[in-house]
């Protein structure tokens, strides 16, 4: 059975730093693509980056990609958000999900596999 945890949110002051782990088992890692969505309260769930099996990556925008960096690491089934110079607006739940493919989607029904999400809180 797929499973996807996130770890790694915490409250942080404005313009520090985090990073994010999304650690999978139960699936051949490196067949997936895994993104990283965020979700303010009252919005959207929004799309923040992807990485597939070579380490191709793909942001939204250049606000995201200019801050944040994803990563991951094949040997150990897991996917990293670096996050630097962190703003009140980057406060959400932060999810990782998964799809058996080695494109890069941003929308949330073309991933088959999600996590349960970690909160990240920027506040002084």
């Known amino acids: 059975q797929v499973r996807l945890v996130e770890s790694g949110g915490a409250l942080v002051q404005p313009g520090g730093s985090l990073r994010l782990s999304c650690t999978a088992s139960g699936m051949i890692f490196i067949d997936y693509t895994v993104g990283w969505f965020r979700q303010a309260p009252g919005k959207e769930r929004d799309f923040v980056s992807a990485i597939n099996y070579r380490g191709a990556t793909r942001y939204p925008n250049s606000v995201i990609s200019d801050r944040f960096s994803i990563s991951r690491d094949n040997a150990k089934n897991t996917v990293y958000l670096q996050m630097n110079t962190l703003k009140p607006e980057d406060t959400a739940v932060y999810y990782c999900?998964?799809?058996?493919?080695?494109?890069?989607?941003?929308?949330?029904?073309?991933?088959?596999?999600w996590g349960r999400g970690t909160q990240v809180t920027i506040s002084s």
């Open positions: 999900a998964a799809v058996r493919s080695a494109s890069l989607p941003s929308d949330i029904p073309a991933y088959n596999y």
